[in-house]
């Protein structure tokens, strides 16, 4: 009946021909037309304030006065990006320091989920009693909404009633109180929350991989003499090369451009030590009405993870499957 009513509808249209997709069978041709509402509500959506941001960039605003943007006398060209870099400037010194800080935090969050995540796929790779049910309470941080994670996480850091402090004065670590969200600790506490926020999607995957590897694999390895770890090293890490692969660029991605997690934990002032650049980009454009500054701080942004994205993708994702290509 759907296809009859698609077939009637279709008649009364006029036909647009598009090589790619004329090229393509009847049944993906039917499908590219089904879903073609969503990503044209999808472009709409995300498409429209990329493009706004881009020409922002070029412009100062003197006022919050709709009126008085986009005029010729308030086009500044590429000022705004060279007051960026320009580490004399205070927008500068604000930027080299928190994209110093947004490369730590990328690399420690991306090791530790994927250290983590790993770890756990190995355990749950083996055979125990209640596996079931550990693979259904790692997914918890996961599939939890992330402000009720990120707000559980920030009372257990509390300097004064934190379970965090508790637990490392009865270990003996500590006498006092360590202050997380304040100094130089805000870095690793958001660290720590988001490895636990996104360490089941890299576990679940890495399991997912496991499975898929031959057990005549680990029977040839274990005939050559090798233990455990050699195991591990010449036949899990190399047959799991491909969906670490992919596993690696989301998360890069997903920490470097992330908001949520430093903006809960940390609020929109953060000390320097957790000043990523999300929430530099909120500051400039919510807190000092550096809009132009903002937008062109997005800018870069955009355009950094979209070259990181397709040089990983084409270096590393690519050539991690046979024959070059997914």
Known sequence: MLLSAYQRVRRRLPAVHIPYVSSLPASQRFGLKLIAPALAMMLLVHGIPVILGFVMSFYEFPSLRYTDWFRPE???GLAHFMKVF???TIYGAQ???????TVLYTVGSVIGTYVLGLVTALTLDKQFRGKLVARTVILLPYVTPVVVTLLTWRMMF???TGVINALLRQAGLI??????LLGPNSLYAIIIANVWRNFPYAAIMLYAGLQSIPEQLYEAAEIDGAGRWGKLRYVTLPQLKPV???ILLLLILWTFINFPVP????GGSPSESGNVLMLLIYSFGFKQSAYGIGSALSAML???????AYVYYKRVVASSYDGGTI
């Open 74 to 76: 308030t086009f500044v």
């Open 86 to 88: 320009q580490k004399d």
């Open 95 to 101: 930027f080299w320091n928190s994209l110093k800080v």
């Open 158 to 160: 509390r300097s004064d």
């Open 175 to 180: 006498e006092g109180s360590l202050f997380w």
């Open 244 to 246: 670490s692969a992919v």
């Open 263 to 266: 903006y809960i934990l940390l």
């Open 302 to 308: 955009f355009l950094f993870s979209m070259t990181i």
